[in-house]
């Protein structure tokens, strides 16, 4: 019995194998470095980002943790609604600022501490 040469059928067939080979090596290849990844992310004792945003079951933001155009820190925690109701930060001059607002959005009280200890309420009426 001697050997016969590949049918058009046949090569066809082998071609279509090394598709699919080439594919499983593809793919093996991009889980071993996902699996990779995920391990060193689980493994890190730093996360870096910009902007980290809470939602809640609805897919609303309630909370967003940041920076803020003066390049600190910022937090700011928003209702069911979408309101911004709270914001903690830094000012523009540096000193820390706590800021809350009604339902609405609208500014009712402004807490701010600055550098040299004394501390300035705006909108606060007592009842």
Wanted: hydrophobic share 45%.
């Amino acid at each position: 019995m001697g050997l016969t040469p590949l049918t058009a059928k046949g090569m066809a067939m082998v071609m279509t194998i090394d598709r699919y080979r080439t594919w499983l090596v593809a793919l093996t290849v991009l889980w071993i470095v996902t699996a990779t990844a995920v391990v060193a992310l689980m493994r890190a004792e730093t996360l870096r980002v910009r902007r980290v945003e809470v939602l809640n079951s609805q897919g609303k933001t309630v909370a967003v943790l940041g920076v803020s155009p003066t390049d600190g820190g910022v937090l700011l925690i928003y209702d069911g609604n979408g309101s911004l109701r709270a914001a903690i930060g830094l000012t523009t001059k540096g000193d820390v600022a706590i800021d809350l607002n009604d339902a609405s959005g609208r500014p009712k009280v402004t807490i701010q501490v600055s550098d040299n200890g004394s501390v300035t309420v705006k909108g606060l009426r007592g009842r």
